[in-house]
């Protein structure tokens, strides 16, 4: 089932689209303009062959066939007035049929924090989610000592649900994670029936 979504959308500061080829040379600015690590969470650098033109092509074609499945939706985030990069806003989907479930991510390049275009951002990928992915339950989960995650994830509605022990397996053992939860009614959007 392939959803076809908007070539972008906009928020009052970003555009949030699927990434295309014409993307790369932002993309790899942001990632070549990587501050040192501000905090433990923050998306390793990216070595010189991960930010060749060749490999962000195939990043690009991935992206698009496991849109075709509906089984990934992967957002870039860029400035609207100048078209930098920012980050990036995903949505796995993990069931369809009478649930209609998403995992929400949302990341930011380190050297735009504390401006808050990742609130905008994953405030966007909720509305996507429910207005066009038409999903109705949206969770994220987060290390526990995430602090900024879990304050991102309060501020754009999401409510902390419960904790998962053992549940992502990542820097070599099972991390515990807590999980923050949304449903349109959440963000003042109605439910829609599953289709």
Same mark, same amino acid.
């Given at each position: ?10 928020? *009052? #500061?970003?555009?949030?689209? *699927? ?10 600015? %942001? ?8 905090? !433990?969470? =923050? %998306?390793?650098?990216?070595? *010189? ?20 499945? =509906?089984? +990934?939706?992967?957002? $870039?985030? +860029?400035? #609207?007035?100048? &078209? ?5 806003? =995903?949505? +796995?989907?993990?069931?369809?049929? =009478? ?14 924090? &504390?401006?808050?275009?990742? /609130?905008?951002? %994953?405030?966007? $990928?909720?509305? @996507? ?10 969770? %994220?989960? @987060?290390?526990?000592?995430? /602090? *900024? ?19 992502? +397996?990542?820097?070599?053992?099972? !991390? ?20």
């Amino acid at each position: 089932m392939e959803i076809r979504l908007p070539a972008a959308f906009r928020t *009052p #500061r970003l555009e949030l689209r *699927p990434f295309t080829l014409a993307d790369h040379a932002a993309w790899k600015a %942001a990632h070549e303009a990587r501050l040192p690590d501000v905090y !433990a969470y =923050d %998306a390793p650098p990216r070595t *010189p062959e991960e930010l060749t033109r060749a490999a962000f092509a195939k990043r690009v074609r991935t992206h698009r066939e496991m849109r075709k499945t =509906d089984r +990934f939706y992967c957002l $870039g985030v +860029f400035l #609207r007035k100048t &078209g930098e990069y920012l980050g990036a806003v =995903d949505v +796995f989907v993990i069931l369809r049929g =009478d649930i209609q479930w998403g995992n929400l991510g949302y990341s930011l390049m380190n050297q735009h924090y &504390g401006k808050g275009y990742g /609130r905008e951002a %994953a405030r966007a $990928g909720l509305e @996507i989610s429910f207005k066009h992915l038409k999903l109705h339950r949206l969770e %994220a989960a @987060i290390n526990l000592d995430n /602090r *900024p995650s879990i304050r991102l994830a309060r501020a754009i509605g999401m409510e902390r649900e419960g904790l998962r022990r053992a549940f992502i +397996f990542e820097k070599g053992k099972w !991390a515990d994670h807590v999980v923050f939860v949304a449903r349109p009614e959440s963000i003042g959007m109605r439910s829609s029936r599953p289709g």
